[in-house]
């Protein structure tokens, strides 16, 4: 393969792979720290999706509806949680099966309801800097999309870092991670705590959402597609790790692009990628490459 | 005994619907539901009884279908032929995912198997001798002597591969494999200390619920005269055998039983009444209702209403 070919593979796999890490960074809370087997979690981005999409039509940009829209799903993510909580984690017993089968059920749910209400055709969003590009020299044309969404994603990226590592309750969600127990003997509510987390988790995936339709049409059965790939850059990260997740993401990126670019595998072996390497990790390092 | 009665009176029925019935939709729409109930009988081996939830059904289902259509393309073998190349074929994934995925468990295991199938899928994508992205038409062998529709056969061979698969089932849950796939589900490191073989019996859970699935999958070329890999390993299939066992009750060689033929029955109800869509709805919404406020299914609702009385 060429050298500048190359090059342009692993420039576009860097902004690919902030993407992935951005619409991961959700389900790095979510399934990372809390242990909530949120199968959903790309359901519930394509359901941001549609919100943005719908906001658009009524003359809002991508992003802010993106931020606006982080609201309601933060409250959304609360209620999920709560419902979570009373039905499987309080009982205890036999979570494991019944949970990933619940939110399984819950994806298909939005799934559906997405294609009754809007039908199964592609929707794409407008805005200024969707359908330009930039020329960066040597040739190479870089989509104004492709960057607005790497520099949001960035933004969220770090702001999540940031607050995790840096904010009380932040910290008070990493240490409900790590010992649920010593928690409750310091005097705090780790429910309400984890209950806290999921909202972020769920306003981050309605801002990875709106990245996801500005980066491409989306439809209604998209989340399947992203099932693997969210969940393939957590489990890379080692769960729950924030800077591992934008690592995990870089390296999804670029490998996808670079079998993208490659002229005897292309594009039918690209979504191959990430599940190939989620099963090498699982199969031999289950701790991810950050992991604890 | 009473298991073996009620076998061999659900086959003459069944034989007596084919002789006598002359109405090729309701063979077509009792295919599926047939083809459902025996994916549930064996999701519900690995996932039911040892507790491991595999979204991997396409694969397996996939991989037999394929395997079915590729050798009659290159032989034209006979059917039974081909669900035996099927069966070996997917019991072979079965093993090597089980022997991959060993150490995972819960969520770790379930996503391994999501991996499973757009793996596999894309290995057939890019086979162009299996038809690639596009699909292989096939065309159907000559009818058989006492048969006067394929259709009718194909129902008649499902029917027998489903009670065969419900027998094994029933098997595997009375011997000391379904108790020793019960202990690891209650709690591995437990079964593990009473030596129990944890591992070797996951492998071997897995192995025969493949090898059902890809036995399953098997007459669905010559079921659509077509295969293409987007609907073959549509994630559907996954659904379908997770949630029959989920609403029937997992604990039970009946339950995905009766979960399936509810839950197929009622989908070719809406998809001909309502509309497609309106049908993987009524999937979605029986299977969180069920998790939720009946964990043990329809057999253990049914168990609580008879010892109340």
């Given amino acids: 393969m060429a050298l500048d070919l190359l090059l342009e593979a692993v420039l576009f796999g860097i902004l690919l792979g902030c993407f992935y890490a951005a619409v991961s960074m959700g389900l790095s809370v979510s399934f990372g720290l809390l242990d909530v087997p949120h199968v959903a979690h790309p359901a519930i981005m394509v359901l941001g999706a549609y919100c943005t999409w719908l906001l658009g039509t009524w003359g809002f940009d991508p992003i802010i509806a993106g931020v606006v829209l982080t609201v309601p799903f933060f409250l959304l993510g609360m209620l999920i949680y709560r419902f979570y909580y009373e039905a499987f984690e309080r009982r205890g017993s036999d979570a494991g099966v019944r949970g990933i089968a619940f939110f399984f059920g819950v994806a298909l749910i939005i799934e559906v309801g997405l294609i009754l209400a809007f039908g199964v055709d592609q929707r794409m969003v407008e805005a200024p800097y969707i359908g330009k590009s930039i020329n960066i020299g040597w040739d190479i044309r870089l989509p104004m999309r492709t960057l607005t969404v790497f520099a949001v994603a960035l933004a969220m990226s770090a702001v999540l870092t940031l607050y995790m590592s840096k904010t009380f309750t932040g910290r008070a969600i990493k240490a409900v991670a790590q010992d649920e127990a010593a928690l409750r003997l310091m005097g705090a509510d780790p429910v309400r705590i984890k209950q806290w987390a999921f909202g972020i988790a769920t306003a981050a995936a309605a801002l990875g959402g709106a990245m996801l339709i500005i980066i491409g049409p989306v439809d209604p059965g998209l989340d399947r597609v992203y099932i693997g790939r969210t969940f393939a850059v957590v489990v890379l990260a080692g769960l729950g790790s924030m800077t591992g997740t934008i690592a995990a993401g870089l390296v999804l990126g670029i490998s996808e692009s670079i079998v993208l670019i490659h002229p005897s595998l292309g594009a039918s072996w690209a979504p191959a990628v990430s599940f190939t390497l989620l099963l090498l990790v699982l199969g031999v390092r289950p701790q991810g490459l950050f992991g604890r | ?309």
């Fill in chain 2, 1 to 309: 005994m009473k298991f073996w009665i009620g076998i061999a009176i659900t086959l003459a029925i069944t034989l007596a619907t084919v002789a006598f019935v002359n109405f090729d939709y309701f063979f077509f729409a009792g295919y599926t539901v047939l083809m459902f109930v025996m994916l549930a009988t064996a999701w519900n081996i690995l996932g039911g009884y040892a507790g491991y939830v595999n979204f991997g059904t396409p694969a397996f289902f996939g991989l037999g279908a394929y395997t079915a259509a590729v050798l009659y393309k290159a032989t034209a073998a006979p059917l039974v032929v081909q669900i035996a190349a099927a069966a070996v074929m997917s019991g072979l994934l079965g093993l090597v995912a089980g022997l991959l995925t060993l150490r995972l468990r819960g969520i770790f295991f379930a996503i391994a198997t999501i991996a499973l199938v757009v793996i596999v899928e894309t290995v057939f994508i890019n086979w162009r001798y299996a038809g690639g992205a596009t699909g292989l038409q096939l065309l159907r062998p000559a009818l058989m002597w006492p048969f006067e529709s394929y259709i009718k056969m194909l129902f008649l061979v499902m029917a027998i591969m489903v009670l065969a698969s419900i027998a094994l089932a029933r098997y595997i849950e009375r011997s000391w494999f379904g108790r020793g796939l019960r202990a690891l589900r209650d709690s591995e490191e437990a079964a593990e200390c009473s030596g129990v073989p944890t591992l070797r019996l996951k492998v071997f859970a897995c192995t025969v619920s493949g090898a059902l699935m890809g036995a399953c999958g098997a007459p669905m070329p010559m079921y659509l005269s077509f295969i293409e890999p987007a609907s073959t390993f549509n994630l559907n299939y996954a659904i379908g055998a997770l949630a029959s066992p989920m609403i029937g009750g997992t604990a039970h060689w009946l339950g995905p039983v009766i979960g399936a033929l509810l839950l197929s029955s009622l989908q070719q109800l809406v998809t001909v009444t309502i509309s497609n869509e309106m049908n993987v709805l009524v999937v979605g919404v029986l299977l969180v209702v069920f998790v939720v406020a009946a964990p043990d299914g329809i057999l253990g609702l049914f168990k609580r209403f008879v010892s109340r009385k």
